[in-house]
């Protein structure tokens, strides 16, 4: 708990100082290509069930771990509303205890998300050197398990949230965000029935061309 209620100190002192740098700055253009780097958490839970001989079986977790990676995307200025595409790359140490039991008896399993990978438009509201945008789109990741049972897969998934963005150069701005992330395509244990969410928050650094 305590490790990410400094993620989100740092996350929330990294927005004020760029909408208070921002506010400093001319109002640069919002429009063009741009590509940067991105650092933060995610923590998540799934539940579930699986069917066994004897009925089904339950199973739960809850995990944390650390995500970094790039993102490129381009935006357009349509008077002060900025429309854009923009896409990741992410590399995570994200890792879940996950615990069952039914007729088959008690089972203990860990989940990993080694990456993933985030498709999303952008919707946002530039004042000035500021902007504050909503953002949604799909994730493209890769989920194993290892332990009694092991499994690895790729998946699909929805993904919405929003953030702020704001220059701190001519050329450069500063990022805070935060995504929520749906149930995967593939579950996580073979033929079980499961619901899973995963929270992302990141601060980043872009650089406009």
Same mark, same amino acid.
């Given at each position: 708990?305590r490790?990410?209620?400094?993620? &989100?100190?740092?996350?929330?002192?990294?927005?004020?100082?760029?909408?208070? $740098?921002?506010?400093?700055q001319?109002? #640069?253009?919002?429009?063009?290509?741009? !590509?940067g780097?991105?650092?933060?958490?995610?923590? +998540?839970?799934?539940? &579930?069930?699986? #069917?066994?001989?004897?009925?089904?079986? +339950?199973?739960?977790g809850? %995990?944390?771990?650390?995500? %970094?990676?790039?993102?490129?995307?381009?935006?357009?200025?349509? +008077?002060?509303?900025?429309?854009?595409?923009?896409?990741?790359?992410?590399?995570?140490?994200?890792?879940?205890?996950?615990?069952?039991?039914?007729?088959?008896? #008690?089972?203990?399993?860990? @989940?990993?998300? #080694?990456?993933?990978s985030?498709?999303? !438009?952008?919707?946002?509201? !530039?004042? &000035?050197?500021?902007?504050p945008?909503?953002?949604?789109?799909?994730?493209?990741g890769?989920?194993?398990?290892?332990?009694?049972?092991? !499994?690895?897969?790729?998946?699909?998934?929805?993904?919405?949230? &929003?953030g702020? @963005?704001?220059?701190?150069?001519e /050329?450069?701005?500063m990022?805070?965000?935060?995504?929520?992330?749906?149930?995967?395509?593939?579950?996580?244990?073979?033929?079980?029935? @499961?619901?899973?969410?995963?929270?992302?928050? /990141? $601060?980043?650094v872009?650089?406009?061309?």
């Open positions: 708990m490790k990410w209620t400094s993620l &989100g100190l740092a996350i929330a002192a990294t927005a004020m100082a760029t909408t208070q $740098v921002a506010a400093q001319a109002s #640069p253009s919002w429009n063009g290509f741009y !590509a780097l991105n650092a933060g958490g995610m923590f +998540g839970n799934t539940s &579930g069930s699986v #069917p066994g001989p004897g009925g089904p079986a +339950g199973f739960s809850t %995990g944390s771990g650390f995500v %970094g990676g790039g993102q490129a995307g381009y935006n357009y200025l349509l +008077g002060p509303v900025v429309l854009g595409g923009e896409i990741d790359f992410q590399g995570s140490t994200f890792a879940a205890g996950v615990n069952g039991g039914g007729a088959f008896g #008690p089972f203990s399993t860990t @989940e990993r998300m #080694p990456w993933f985030t498709m999303r !438009a952008r919707v946002g509201y !530039a004042v &000035g050197s500021v902007m945008y909503l953002t949604g789109g799909a994730v493209w890769q989920r194993s398990i290892d332990g009694p049972i092991s !499994a690895s897969a790729n998946y699909w998934t929805w993904t919405a949230g &929003g702020i @963005e704001g220059f701190i150069t /050329r450069w701005s990022k805070a965000e935060y995504l929520y992330m749906g149930t995967p395509s593939t579950s996580l244990l073979p033929g079980s029935n @499961e619901t899973a969410s995963n929270n992302l928050v /990141r $601060v980043g872009n650089y406009h061309f």
